[in-house]
């Protein structure tokens, strides 16, 4: 039978290279004589503990390369991780990380109290006491759990005061904006929530006094503290109500929020700082130049959309 030849693929249809050859002596050429036939002189062969012992080294790498595959992961992870930020971008800028790292401090240590903590008017304070005095580490968590939500707090406003001041506010970071403000809102909600669940005489009567603050507020505010005291008084029901305000509701929606803030951060990019000028691109002209040469023809900033009125 004839032997049919495969026709010649254009060349303008073939992609190029993804990566550059490297040329003689660079690094990936070896430098040596070329290897000598395989068929007439075989490498020696691997016993079955050197290939398991390749294989496992590899198995990180395979795992990964399997997800990757059906994800696709490593294009958002490299456009995340590998982002251009700009000119003068300086230590302030850590501040939206570092209230990320206090909230991620707080989820992990949370967890571990929650497996000895109960939420019951009459247990509340001894499993504390227990967690304090017996669990090992458990002083440790407990006091990271609790200082951490003031240094959240802290960081949260700090941050907020950063993107203020260096307008990171205005358009097109409104909604950005927005999200941080329910996030703020939502934090303080976790501190205020948490506060009440140790159930001694200092968080109860802070509670109180917090609840009827929230009283005071126009229109919402009685509602919003009867929700909160989940009856006539501050008791079980308000214990059970926190108990589930800051275990369940508020870290699912701050969790949710972090995901859309962190997306618009990585879509947007960051804002320069405000004293950074942006540099006139090389071959830019003047506005009035490109309007036809003059800035008082009528044709000038009006036809643009520009005019300041
Ligand atoms: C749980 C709370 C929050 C976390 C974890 C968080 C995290 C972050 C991170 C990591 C960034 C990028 C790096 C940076 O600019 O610092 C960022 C940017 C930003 N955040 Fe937050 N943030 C939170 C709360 C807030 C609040 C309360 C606001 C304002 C009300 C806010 C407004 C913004 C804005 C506008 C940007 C864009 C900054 C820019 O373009 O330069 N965030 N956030």
């Given at each position: 039978?004839?032997?049919?030849?495969?026709?010649?693929i254009?060349?303008f249809?073939?992609?190029p290279?993804?990566r550059?050859?490297a040329?003689?002596?660079?690094?990936?050429t070896?430098k040596?004589p070329a290897p000598?036939?395989?068929?007439?002189?075989?490498p020696?062969r691997?016993?079955?503990?050197?290939r398991?012992?390749?294989q496992?080294?590899?198995a990180?790498?395979d795992?990964?390369a399997?997800v990757d595959?059906?994800?696709g992961?490593s294009?958002?992870?490299?456009?995340?991780m590998f982002r251009?930020?700009p000119k003068?971008?300086?230590?302030?800028?850590?501040?939206g990380?570092?209230?990320?790292?206090a909230?991620i401090?707080?989820?992990?240590?949370?967890?571990f109290l929650a497996m000895?903590?109960?939420?019951s008017?009459?247990?509340a304070?001894?499993?504390?006491?227990h967690?304090?005095?017996d669990v090992?580490?458990?002083?440790?968590?407990?006091?990271?759990h609790k200082?951490?939500?003031s240094?959240?707090v802290?960081?949260?406003?700090?941050h907020?005061?950063?993107?203020?001041?260096f307008?990171?506010y205005k358009?097109?970071r409104e909604?950005n904006?927005?999200?941080?403000?329910?996030?703020?809102?939502l934090?303080?909600?976790?501190a205020?929530t948490?506060?009440?669940?140790?159930?001694?005489?200092r968080?109860?009567?802070?509670s109180i006094v917090?609840?009827?603050?929230?009283?005071?507020?126009?229109?919402?505010?009685p509602y919003l503290?009867?929700?909160?005291r989940?009856?006539?008084?501050?008791?079980?029901?308000?214990?059970?109500?926190?108990?589930?305000?800051?275990?369940?509701l508020?870290p699912?929606?701050i969790?949710a929020l972090?995901?859309?803030?962190?997306?618009?951060?990585?879509?947007l990019g960051?804002?320069?700082?405000p004293?950074v000028r942006?540099?006139k691109?090389?071959g830019a002209?003047?506005v009035?130049?490109?309007d036809g040469?003059?800035?008082?023809d009528?044709a000038?900033p009006?036809?643009n959309?520009?005019?300041?009125?």
């Open positions: 039978m004839p032997k049919i030849r495969a026709p010649k254009p060349d249809v073939v992609p290279p993804l550059k050859p040329k003689p002596g660079e690094s990936g070896p040596g000598a036939d395989l068929k007439t002189s075989p020696p691997k016993t079955h503990g050197e398991l012992e390749g496992a080294k590899e990180p790498v795992v990964l399997w595959q059906r994800t992961a294009g958002f992870l490299t456009g995340m251009k930020v003068g971008t300086n230590w302030f800028y850590t501040l990380s570092a209230t990320l790292f909230f401090v707080q989820a992990v240590t949370g967890v000895f903590y109960t939420p008017v009459t247990q304070y001894a499993s504390i006491s967690i304090n005095n090992p580490l458990g002083q440790f968590v407990h006091g990271m200082w951490g939500s240094v959240m802290i960081l949260i406003f700090l907020m005061g950063r993107t203020f001041f307008g990171a358009y097109p909604l904006w927005v999200i941080g403000v329910v996030l703020l809102i934090t303080m909600t976790m205020f948490g506060y009440l669940l140790p159930f001694d005489q968080s109860y009567w802070a917090g609840i009827n603050i929230n009283g005071t507020g126009p229109i919402v505010g503290s009867d929700f909160l989940a009856g006539p008084e501050l008791g079980a029901t308000t214990l059970s109500r926190f108990y589930a305000i800051h275990m369940l508020v699912g929606a969790i972090i995901g859309a803030h962190m997306y618009l951060v990585v879509k960051t804002t320069a700082p004293w942006a540099t691109p090389k002209e003047p009035a130049q490109l040469g003059s800035a008082g009528g000038g009006a036809a959309g520009g005019s300041r009125g």
